[in-house]
Each structure stands twice: as C-alpha cells, then as structure tokens.
C-alpha cells in the first residue's frame, strides 16, 4: 500500500519516524551517561573507564559509519519502509542484550550492533516523511520529528537517574519493540514506489562522488550539520573542564550528564522553533543562516562567561542548545537537495558522516589545546573553522524549500 502526498502533519509515518529518532537519540545519550557506571559493573576502575569508555563510543560510531552507508542503500534499493522496519528491530534487539553484557567483548559486540542499527533510523524516516507529505508541509513533518526525536536525550538522562545503567537499557530496546507495531499501520512512500517501476539505477553510494556538482552539494550539506556535533561534542560534553579552567572560573560544580540535559531541553524547542521559522519564511536557507547567527552569539557568551555560578553556566547550554536545534531544518535540506533514487542513500549517510566528523573535530581540538591555545583557546579556533565551513555552505548550497522532490539523479 502507498499513498501520494499528505497535508496532515500528524500521520502515522511522521508519529512512528518521531519516536523511532527519540529512542535513537536517547540510546546515543545513554550510553555516556551510563559509561561509569556499566563499567565500574563490569570491574573497571580509573584510567580504564576513561578509555574503555572511548574506544566503546569509537566503535559504535564505526557501526553508525557503516550502517548509514548500508542502510542508505538498501532504503533506495528495497524501499523506505522495509529498511526503517529492520533498523528499528536490530538497534532494539542490541540494547536489551546490552542489558545483559557480563563482560567487555559483548559491550563492544552489542555497541557496534546498536550503532549499526541506530544508523538508519533518521535518515530514512526524515526521506519516508518528506516524499509522502506536500511540499508545503514536509517541513512541519519533519520539524516534528527531529523536535520529539531530540527529546530523547532527556528521556535517556531521566530513565538512567532513576534505574540500574541494565535496566535503562531495557527500557531503550522496549521502546523499539513497541514501534514495531505501530510500523504495521505505515505506507509506501509513492515516489519509492514509483521508482521501482522505472530502470533507474538507485542506491549506488559512489554515483554521489562521481559528479562534482552532486560532489560538492554532498560536502555541504555535511559541513552545515557540524557545528551541531561539535558543540554536542566538544563544548558540552567537555563542559565540566571548560567551567573549571582559570579563565572562566565558573562557581560551583558542573555535571555532565546535567550538562547534556539542559543542552538538549534547549536543543528539542529549537527544532520546533527553527522549523517555524522555515515554514513562516518559506526557505530552508534563510533558517539554517539565522541559527547559525544565534548559535554564534550564544557560543561567544559561553567562551567569555568568566566567574558566572553553575545555574547561570547550565542557562547558558541551554541557550546554545535552542539555536543548535536547527538539526531539525538541516536533516530535511539533505533530504531535498537529491533525486529519489539517491535520497535515502544521502539522507542517511549525511547525518552519520556529520557525527563521524566529532572525531575529525576532536582531534583538531586535541591538537591545538596541546600546544599554547589551552582548552579555551582550542574551543574558540575549533568554533571559528566549522561555524565559517557551515556559514559558507548554507550560504551557497540551492534553496530546496519550494522543490519538487519527483525526480531522478542522472
């Protein structure tokens, strides 16, 4: 069964495609708000849970990596609905035997499993949304999605402060489940179906790299959605080092997983806020380049907050976290810069490549806090570079907001 268009902004692919990204986003949290706490379970203690706790985030990100490009295939090769089915089922399945890991190989077993499977879940419910809803209401659908879906985050801190590190693992995987069946009552996306009649070749990861043009409007849509991972990965999660260096002095104690609560609170209400401001000013553009303006001055107001009390600190990633929201704007821009038969390949490998890049951002960070730059100096140089790449390419990628999504990449 498919179905053409849909005005309704409220459907049952935008309903199971929201809360399929919650539970993704609430699994990717988790797992750094339980780190010590599995670990020290699982008998590790000092230096081991710091790196441990890295090299378990490293290959879930390499099972993120590998699955956008799997599951970005197979979502234009097979169809939307089938790939969205099988994500769902494998992160889900991973997460409760993650509740059940007894030692670190099958930790790191089911990490890369959950990333492998977690992969696939925005991408191809942000492409299922934007092809079976009218380009004038595509925008709020998917707005919606990334909205609930960015709530995840709080959900993850809330559940892992009230149970056992296994149980919030459970309850991760039993949320999946319950998705399953809420898939039963979900359509065909009629521009995939469509497609599958024509002799189009679709799918093929490497036809993104053989123009330039299609080239380059992939590298941008990247380097738009970085300074979304990097504030996530350098700014707040390292938010307890930067609030107790000499230069800012912030009074009193900053926690990280209170840190990454009141970041994404902020985060969820910017992605309704940011896809208002598409839908009322008609253009993807004009609202990427307005959050990116904002998430600048809230950066800059971060950087130079010296001797501010924790409440005021933790107000502050919050803030940052309204304009970083426009996450929400981003995903759907990919998703209509390419043809139907690469767009699910370029809706789920562009998020990933996007999270992919915190190690690239990481290690210029490392870099430059190792020599005279110090750890203030390195977040200040680091910021200035992603946020003029994302400026530059949200100033010159097309304008997608009007676009008939109907077409083929040669």
């Known amino acids: ?23 993704d986003v609430y699994d990717l ?65 991973a997460n409760i035997c993650n509740g059940f890991v007894q030692n ?20 191809i419910g942000i492409t299922l949304v934007s092809e079976v809803m009218s380009k004038e209401k ?5 707005t919606i999605v990334s909205g609930i879906g960015i709530a995840g985050a709080v959900g993850g801190f809330l559940v892992a402060d009230l149970f056992d590190w296994r149980v919030a ?52 849509c990247i380097l738009i959605g970085v300074p979304v991972w990097f504030v996530i990965g350098v700014l707040v999660t390292l938010a307890p080092e930067f609030a107790s260096i000499k230069g800012l002095n912030v009074v009193g104690t900053i926690l990280g997983g209170k840190a990454v609560m009141y970041h994404y609170v902020g985060a969820s209400i910017g992605a309704f806020l940011t896809g208002i401001i598409s839908q009322y000013l008609k253009s993807r553009k004009k609202a990427l380049l307005i959050s990116l303006f904002t998430l600048s001055l809230t950066m800059m107001w971060y950087f130079f907050a010296t001797g501010v009390s924790d409440t005021l600190f933790y107000f502050i990633l919050f803030l940052i976290g309204i304009p970083n929201g426009y996450w929400s704007v981003f995903v759907v821009t990919a998703s209509e810069q390419f043809g139907t038969n690469l767009r699910a390949t370029a809706t789920t490998t562009i ?51 009007h676009k008939d999504l109907d077409y083929y990449e040669d």
């Open 1 to 23: 069964m498919h179905q053409q268009t849909t005005h309704k902004a409220f459907n049952i692919i935008v309903i199971v495609a929201a809360l399929g990204y919650f539970v």
């Open 29 to 93: 949290i988790l797992f750094s708000i339980v780190r010590v706490p599995s670990l020290k379970d699982l008998g590790l203690s000092g230096e081991e849970l710091t790196t441990t706790g890295i090299n378990l985030l490293n290959i879930q990100m390499i099972g993120m990596l590998l699955g956008g490009i799997i599951w970005g295939i197979l979502g234009d090769k097979k169809g939307r609905l089938s790939v969205l089915f099988l994500t769902i089922l494998l992160y889900s399945l």
């Open 104 to 123: 670190l190989t099958q930790y790191f077993v089911c990490r890369f499993l959950a990333g492998l499977g977690l992969a696939g879940e925005l991408g």
């Open 138 to 142: 595509r925008g709020v659908g998917t």
């Open 169 to 220: 693992y459970f309850v991760g995987g039993g949320l999946g489940l319950v998705l399953l069946f809420l898939r039963i009552s979900m359509y065909e996306s009629g521009m995939f179906s469509k497609l599958k009649e024509s002799k189009v070749h679709r799918g093929n990861f490497l036809s993104l790299f053989s123009s330039k043009e299609r080239f380059v409007k992939y590298i941008k």
């Open 351 to 401: 998020p990933n490549f996007v999270r992919g890049a915190t190690v690239a951002v990481t290690t210029a960070f490392n870099y430059f806090k190792s020599g005279s730059f110090g750890i203030l100096g390195a977040g200040i140089s680091v910021g200035i570079i992603v946020m003029a790449l994302a400026f530059y390419s949200s100033f010159t990628i097309d304008e997608s907001y």
